[in-house]
């Protein structure tokens, strides 16, 4: 599963996992598992931190607690692939880290030890996180853009 985190408390309900230039939380690369298998991820503020289980799926209507039904025959969308947001003030958060915690801090996202993000959405202009407002063309009335 996962290497274990190392916390850090803020107050008595909240903490992250620290991620530095000599330790940053990775994963195991994810195997396209055999039909009816799967991989569950699980975290808690007690003990747990992205531990890993395997189970089957069981063929049965009959079976206790949660019933999930998966009809493989019906597709609804086209998964492109997994990623976040990267706004001007994250982006500041990482240039300010030491290089070698923003090779941690990347490979975590983007590697195959981490949760291999393979898109990112950047915000056009600013956005509520962003250090300051800004736009991409500040020149009033240029409908042309010529100024964008």
């Known amino acids: 599963g996962a290497r274990p985190c190392s916390p ?6 909240a903490m992250v996992c620290v991620c530095n230039a000599t330790y940053c939380d990775m994963l195991d690369p994810v195997v396209l598992l055999a039909p009816g298998t799967y991989i569950k991820y699980e975290s808690s503020k007690a003990s747990k931190w992205l531990e890993r289980s395997e189970g089957s799926f069981q063929y ?12 493989i025959s019906t597709l609804y969308q086209h998964v492109k692939g997994f990623g976040g947001s990267l706004s001007d003030s994250a982006a500041l958060n990482i240039m300010g880290l030491s290089q070698l915690a ?8 983007f590697s195959e030890n981490g949760i291999e993000y393979n898109l990112i959405r950047l915000p056009m202009a600013c956005s509520d996180f ?12 240029d409908y042309e853009l010529k100024h964008f």
């Open 102 to 109: 923003q090779d941690n801090l990347l490979r975590s996202y």
């Open 60 to 71: 049965s209507l009959h079976a206790p607690g949660l019933l999930l039904t998966l009809n």
């Open 8 to 13: 850090k408390y803020f107050g008595r309900d």
């Open 130 to 141: 962003s250090t300051h407002p800004y736009s991409y063309d500040d020149v009033p009335h």
